[in-house]
């Protein structure tokens, strides 16, 4: 079968920009061949296409395929495993078609809205329930609470119990979407003077909780308005995501950490088995029981537009979790 696939033209130093990506045709075959019905987009894959890459996984080469979730339908099988018309979710990328073994292909349940299985779930819970143990009476605040990993992170929060949630933001449409869709019980927009006064504000009792994806100066607000023993589970530094490596990923101040009794607790999550597993049985009876509302955007395009739709990713202009469904 022959298709078309993104491929990463050179490996990305500053700002990453169209030229960086080039349209490729190429050939896929295997034991399953599978259309490719809408791919994910996540901020963490610009890392990924830097020489400099900082995450322990092998950055991606120029020349190469890029992406990684996607969602498909079965259109060839000779695997007693799947059929033709099975939906399919594989870590093969941004093709319209893929083909391999049928085990590089997980079998969903066919649901209405497809998009939900390339959510950032598995790591807003790991984070949240397993390395920050959110319960009872915890005072949350989430950094970059409309996107993929804290838009998910904050309603995470509120369903283990979390006595506030405060999210930050990027816009005044953002802030009210947070508070008046999500269920956050306050958020503030971090261009809006001092994001340390405003978390003094909507937080007087101060913070026990920081999840935190953007680093920079909202995690030194946060540092700020910790309570003592508070747990800071350090997802990302979005804030620096354009520096070189040693700016991107700054070392946290274990320092000043200490001296105010703050548990920095670092963590990626490589979306086991195990995490989806427990992801999707929670969402799964949040869903169901109406505490929780799934936060996405999908943007509709041929294979050609999934590279501008990742640039507008990086620069703000969705919400929630971010995926293309191709046409």
């Known amino acids: 079968m022959i298709t078309r696939e993104i491929q990463l033209a050179a490996q990305i130093a500053g700002a990453p920009a169209l030229d960086d990506f080039t349209v490729a045709t190429t050939e896929v075959d295997g ?13 963490t894959y610009l890392e990924l296409m830097r020489a400099d890459c900082t995450i322990p996984v092998p950055a991606w080469q120029p020349g190469r395929r890029v992406g990684v979730a996607a ?98 933001a990027g816009s005044p449409a953002k802030v009210d979407y947070l508070v008046n869709e999500l269920g956050y019980d306050a958020a503030f ?16 009792e101060g913070i026990s909780v920081f999840f935190d994806v953007v680093g920079g ?27 070189g490596a040693a700016e991107r990923f700054p070392k946290p101040d274990h320092a000043a950490a200490q001296a105010r009794g703050v548990e920095l607790l670092p963590f990626s999550c490589y979306h086991t088995p195990d995490q989806i597993a427990a992801w999707r049985e929670h969402f799964s009876t949040w869903l169901g029981e109406g505490r929780f509302v799934y936060p996405q955007t999908v943007v509709k395009g041929g294979i050609e537009d999934v590279p501008q739709a990742f640039l507008s990713l990086l620069q703000g202009a969705y919400r929630g979790n971010v995926s293309v469904r191709l046409s």
């Open 71 to 168: 969602i498909g339908t079965v259109i060839r099988s000779d695997s007693p495993e799947l059929a033709v018309g099975d939906l399919v979710q594989s870590m093969t990328g941004w093709s319209e078609y893929s083909a391999g073994p049928a085990a590089q292909y997980i079998k969903l349940d066919p649901i209405a809205d497809p998009g939900y299985y390339l959510g950032q779930g598995p790591t807003a819970y790991y984070g949240m329930a397993d390395v920050a143990g959110v319960g009872e009476g915890d005072v949350v605040f989430v950094s970059g609470a409309a996107g993929g990993v804290g838009s998910l992170a904050g309603q995470i929060a509120k369903c283990l119990g979390a006595a506030r949630v405060i999210g930050s």
């Open 189 to 204: 927009d971090y261009h809006d003077g001092s994001a340390a006064d405003r978390l003094r504000e909507l937080a007087p």
């Open 217 to 243: 100066e909202q995690y030194q607000a946060a540092l700020q308005t910790a309570r003592p023993g508070a747990r800071f589970a350090l997802c990302g530094s979005l804030s620096s995501q354009l520096g």
């Open 31 to 43: 034991e399953v061949l599978v259309r490719t019905d809408q791919v994910g987009l996540a901020a």
